[in-house]
């Protein structure tokens, strides 16, 4: 089908497109004039996502960061945040509104969940582009009422928020609390037993886990590592006597070059030699005697020290398989006192967290007064209502033509026939006739086809 033949079509019956979209413009019109009007007020929140806990230190990761937001922004229409503006607004004591709830036959629930349910029907969320911010929408036939409702519910939720938090908190600290007062009593248990298998077997286990006499045992060897036995030999550091000897000793030589043997002052040097010979002589000997005895008793401690060494690692081995057993449950008691330090801890951390104030949600000032209705759209409605008429004004033409299909041109019989086409035959027309054929848009179509 070519478009002349649309428009011919379209012109046959171009009442039908005129009818429908007319009727859809004054359907819409009526709605318009009809329906109230509801205006939205908007309240935003920020999510504070990248700010750390102040208990625990904890951030919202990036990945589970849109997962949060979306459970949060269904959470704002969940009734522990609409019942609580049910609370605040005291709707539940209104007598408009129970009349209105009686009225309904909604009996089956409670007033305070049918009231919560209306409040949930006005509320949308969104989140702002690029931010981690709540915008919270309220709509309601009065610009005053969807202002009050928007601050309302998020004054809500963030209340909501806060004690959820402190709930779950104080209800894990609970069971942790109770968790650590479990590992406790196992704890004491364990050392009961462990004291009482000390006490059993005479063996005491240190703070460092060791017994005392592996403690005793390293002891021993750590100081038998430690003693030296003097060398018998004489120490090879000379004498004060002896270096006076040596210079004396030069000293003569030096004048032995000059004078004579005989000389007085070589004989006074001679003498001289011979009284610091002596001494040094009798301080060497007491310098052997010293070291002398200095080696006996080192030999006689590093005895002593290797047979207390050999005494208690005999000790020690005999009581090898007790010392393992009091291992094993000084290790039991030690798990049980790390289990208990770490639950209290989380204990006392979660006490803490049930203590804030801190919600992590930070308002964004007040909703603002709508001073347009955003519904319903005029422009929108009635721009939508005609083109919805006009098309579904050209669609039922072209049903009407397929069920009754009229050869409207040459081009029909071309389509309709496959055979040539001699000539066109037309009735005789009036001159009315002949002047509306005139300005007739069929007419003009066929010839501009025919050109």
Same mark, same amino acid.
């Given at each position: 089908?070519?478009?002349?033949?649309?428009?011919r079509?379209?012109?046959a019956h171009?009442w039908?497109?005129?009818?429908?979209?007319?009727?859809?413009f004054?359907?819409?019109?009526?709605?318009?004039l009809?329906?109230p009007?509801r205006?939205?007020?908007?309240?935003? @929140? +920020? #999510? /504070?996502?990248?700010?750390?806990?102040?208990?625990?230190?904890?951030v919202?990761? *990036?990945? !589970?960061?849109?997962?949060?937001?979306? *459970?949060?922004?269904?959470?704002?229409?969940d009734?522990?945040v609409?019942?609580? @503006?049910?609370?605040?607004?005291?709707?539940?004591?209104?007598?408009e509104?129970?009349a209105?709830? $009686?009225?309904?036959?909604?009996?089956?629930?409670?007033?305070?969940?049918?009231?919560?349910?209306?409040? %949930?029907e006005?509320?949308?969320?969104?989140?702002? !582009?690029?931010?981690?911010?709540?915008?919270?929408?309220? &709509?309601?036939?009065?610009?005053?009422?969807?202002?009050?409702?928007?601050d309302?519910?998020r004054?809500?939720? +963030?209340?909501?928020?806060?004690e &959820?938090?402190?709930?779950e908190? !104080?209800r894990?600290?609970d069971?942790?609390?109770?968790?650590?007062?479990?590992?406790?009593?196992? #704890?004491?248990?364990?050392?009961?037993?462990?004291?009482?298998?000390?006490?059993?077997?005479?063996?005491?286990?240190?703070?460092?886990?060791t017994d005392?006499d592996?403690?005793?045992?390293?002891?021993l060897?750590?100081?038998?590592?430690?003693? !030296?036995?003097?060398?018998p030999?004489?120490?090879?550091m000379?004498t004060?006597?002896?270096?006076?000897?040596?210079?004396?000793?030069? $000293?003569?030589? =030096?004048?032995?070059?000059t004078?004579?043997? /005989?000389?007085?002052? +070589?004989a006074?040097? %001679?003498?001289?030699?011979?009284?610091?010979?002596?001494?040094?002589?009798?301080? &060497?000997?007491s $310098?052997?005697?010293?070291?002398?005895?200095?080696?006996?008793?080192?030999?006689?401690?590093a005895?002593?020290?290797?047979?207390a060494?050999?005494?208690?690692?005999?000790?020690?081995i005999?009581?090898?398989?007790?010392?393992?057993?009091?291992? =094993?449950?000084q290790?039991e008691?030690?798990?049980?006192?790390?289990?208990? /330090?770490?639950?209290?801890?989380?204990?006392?951390?979660?006490?803490?967290?049930?203590?804030?104030?801190?919600s992590?949600?930070?308002? +964004?000032?007040?909703? %603002?007064t709508?001073?347009?209705?955003?519904?319903? /759209?005029?422009? #929108?409605? #009635?721009?939508?209502?005609?083109?919805?008429?006009?098309?579904?004004?050209?669609?039922?033409?072209?049903?009407?033509?397929?069920?009754?299909?009229?050869?409207r041109?040459a081009?029909?019989?071309?389509?309709?026939?496959?055979?040539?086409l001699?000539?066109?035959?037309?009735?005789?027309?009036?001159?009315?006739?002949?002047?509306?054929?005139?300005?007739?848009?069929?007419?003009?179509?066929?010839k501009?086809?025919?050109?």
């Open positions: 089908m070519s478009i002349f033949q649309f428009l079509i379209f012109w171009r039908i497109p005129i009818v429908t979209t007319v009727s859809c004054i359907g819409a019109l009526i709605v318009v009809i329906v009007p205006y939205e007020a908007t309240s935003r @929140v +920020m #999510l /504070n996502l990248l700010k750390p806990d102040q208990v625990t230190g904890e919202i990761g *990036t990945r !589970s960061s849109r997962l949060f937001v979306e *459970t949060e922004m269904e959470r704002i229409k009734f522990g609409t019942g609580k @503006v049910v609370d605040q607004l005291g709707w539940a004591n209104d007598p509104l129970i209105q709830y $009686q009225g309904t036959g909604a009996q089956t629930v409670d007033i305070r969940q049918w009231l919560g349910q209306r409040v %949930a006005g509320i949308s969320v969104k989140t702002a !582009s690029g931010a981690n911010i709540l915008e919270i929408s309220y &709509r309601s036939p009065s610009p005053e009422t969807a202002r009050q409702m928007a309302a519910v004054e809500a939720y +963030m209340t909501s928020t806060l &959820r938090r402190r709930a908190a !104080s894990n600290a069971w942790y609390t109770e968790q650590a007062a479990k590992v406790q009593q196992q #704890l004491t248990a364990a050392d009961e037993v462990k004291t009482a298998y000390e006490r059993e077997n005479g063996i005491v286990m240190q703070a460092d886990n005392v592996t403690a005793r045992l390293r002891a060897a750590g100081q038998g590592a430690g003693v !030296s036995i003097a060398s030999a004489v120490a090879a000379a004060a006597s002896e270096i006076q000897l040596a210079q004396l000793d030069a $000293q003569a030589a =030096q004048l032995s070059k004078l004579g043997p /005989n000389h007085p002052q +070589m006074e040097l %001679a003498a001289r030699r011979a009284t610091l010979a002596q001494l040094a002589a009798q301080e &060497r000997s $310098q052997r005697s010293a070291a002398a005895a200095v080696s006996s008793n080192a030999a006689a401690t005895a002593a020290i290797d047979e060494v050999k005494s208690q690692t005999s000790r020690v005999a009581k090898r398989d007790k010392i393992q057993h009091l291992s =094993q449950l290790a008691v030690n798990l049980k006192r790390d289990q208990y /330090n770490r639950t209290a801890a989380r204990a006392a951390e979660l006490r803490q967290e049930a203590a804030v104030m801190d992590g949600l930070t308002p +964004m000032g007040n909703a %603002a709508p001073r347009k209705a955003t519904f319903p /759209n005029i422009p #929108l409605i #009635l721009g939508g209502a005609v083109g919805l008429g006009f098309g579904l004004g050209i669609l039922i033409s072209l049903l009407v033509e397929l069920l009754g299909r009229r050869v041109s081009e029909d019989m071309h389509s309709a026939f496959d055979v040539p001699v000539a066109i035959v037309r009735p005789p027309e009036s001159g009315a006739a002949k002047r509306r054929r005139r300005f007739d848009f069929g007419a003009l179509i066929g501009a086809a025919r050109a």
